[in-house]
Every structure is written in structure tokens, then in C-alpha cells.
């Protein structure tokens, strides 16, 4: 059995990342039991099978299944590391919140609180559109539906865990089969077009990675469904662009509307002012902020 452990920075709690991962009781891509995370993720062509702790100032990782060997550590290892962010210094970051008014208490109430992100990028992308102008909730039974359908079991246990449907098995997709998951027509057609935009190789991680943060978000919005907010959340997301900022979420509008008690939300100039301050740090103060809620 595959085991090792991955140094965490000061700035960062295990706990509020738990917290997280824990939103909904409708997600089938990892499950939090005794604050351990399980999770099925796909390398070389076969599967992983994780289970997270924290110990000694660090994520404890277990690989359950026999089929990882010890030359899938390095491939693991990254993963885990970009799911939770643990190679951005967040110093910078905490100086010049601690400085603004609205930040200072969120970064000292929820010091060492890190972007849980999904590095894949397909993965990314698709819930994104997916959780487009409905609740949360409901795209939570969204992803649910999607996933349990297309997505590959895997058996452990007698636990079942699930990978997130590959771009081939979802551009094969057509409305008779995302219609009746209550997806939208709109919704169904997005996300068979990002799927073929993978399959065709129009867009890769790969290649998105390579691009500056403007010609990555240029790139991204090329393809139909995708637009300002959902590109600037997979950057966000995926590739930890630090300035990434979703300008027109509603989200980041209700935080500044309570913390400043405004009688209504704020403008998108008024949004736009206030990020000036945050520049090269605009995911990171768009994260507290959706905590602040």
C-alpha cells in the first residue's frame, strides 16, 4: 500500500478545507468521513484511490487500491497539491488584506482557508456551465445525475466511487440523453460542444497552461457556453491564475453588500474600484468573500 505525506505551508487549515468539501450531501466525486477524504482519480490509464488526513503539520496520503504503484507518487503527489493550492504563498496576500477593510477580519477568521480546486480542466469547465442561473442545490443534482450516468464506477469495498465522464464518452452525448437529467437545451449543448472542443484538441490543459492569463481567458472563451465568468473560474479553479476574477458573480456582489451594508448590490464599476486594490491577488479576495456568506 502506497502511503506518504506532503508538507503543508503555515497558511493553510485542513479544517476549513474540509468545510468545503463538505457543501453538499449531493457530491459523488469525493466523500469526508471522520475528517479523512476519499477519492477516485485517474492516472495512467488506471485509477487511485485516495484517502487524505492531516497529520503532523501535513496531508497524510494513503492510496487504497493495489493497482498505484510507487511510480505513480510523483503524478499523485501533484494532484494533491494543486487540488488544495499548496504552492501559492499566501503571505503577500494576508499583508494586504490585513490592511483593507473589508478582507482584514475574513483573512484572520479564516486564516490559512485555501482554493479547492479541480485540476482537471473538462471537469472544471463543465460544472461551471453546469451550475449556470440555477441554485446550488439543484446544480449539485445536476452533477449528481451527470456524473452517476456517464461517469466510470469504481468499486472498492463495496463502496462505489466515481471518476468524472471523459470528454470522448460526453461528445457522443446528444439531448436525448441530457434532456431527461433535467439539463437545459441550452445547458445539454454547452457541454457536448466543450467536450468536442477537447476531443478535437482545440483546447487541452496543456495548452491553456502555456498561455498568458488574458490569452488563456481568450482562448477559453472561443468555445460556445463559455463565457467571462466561466473562463475566469476555471482559471481560478485549474490554473490558479492569481487575478483571476469573475466580475459579474452574484456571489462576490451579496459579500460586499453585507460587509458594507449597502441598502442594494453594488455596480459593476463599483465592483471594479473596489478589485483595483486587490490587483494580482483578485481570486484570493474573491474566495474570502464568498466565505464571508
Known sequence: MLQFTISTPAEFSFDLCLDFLLRSPKEVLHSVSDKKVYKAITINDTFALLEL??????????????????????????????????????????????????????????????????PDLFESLVWAVIGQQINLSFAYTLKQRFVEGFGRQVIFSDR??????????????????????????????????????????????????????????????SIKGIGNWTANYALMKTFRYPNAFPLE?????????????????PTLDQVRRIFKKYKGWEAYATLYLWKSL
Open 53 to 118: 488526513s492531516y497529520l503532523n503539520k501535513g496531508i497524510h496520503v494513503t492510496v487504497l487500491n493495489s493497482e498505484a504503484t510507487l511510480s505513480d507518487h510523483a503524478e499523485i503527489e501533484e494532484y494533491v497539491q494543486q487540488w488544495f493550492d499548496l504552492k501559492t504563498n499566501l503571505m503577500p496576500f494576508y499583508a494586504m488584506a490585513r490592511k483593507d477593510k473589508l478582507l482584514a477580519a475574513l483573512v484572520d477568521q479564516y486564516f490559512g482557508y485555501r482554493i479547492v480546486g479541480q
Open 160 to 221: 462505489i466511487f466515481y471518476l468524472f465522464p471523459t470528454p470522448t464518452t460526453v461528445a457522443e452525448l446528444g439531448d436525448d440523453d441530457l434532456l431527461p437529467l433535467q439539463f437545459s437545451k441550452q445547458k445539454s449543448k454547452y457541454v457536448i460542444e466543450i467536450a468536442k472542443a477537447f476531443t478535437n484538441e482545440s483546447i487541452s490543459k496543456e495548452s491553456i497552461g502555456k498561455l498568458s492569463f488574458e490569452s488563456a481567458k481568450e482562448k477559453l472563451m
Open 249 to 265: 458573480d452574484a456571489g462576490i456582489h451579496n459579500a460586499i453588500k453585507n460587509l458594507k451594508r449597502m441598502k442594494s448590490k
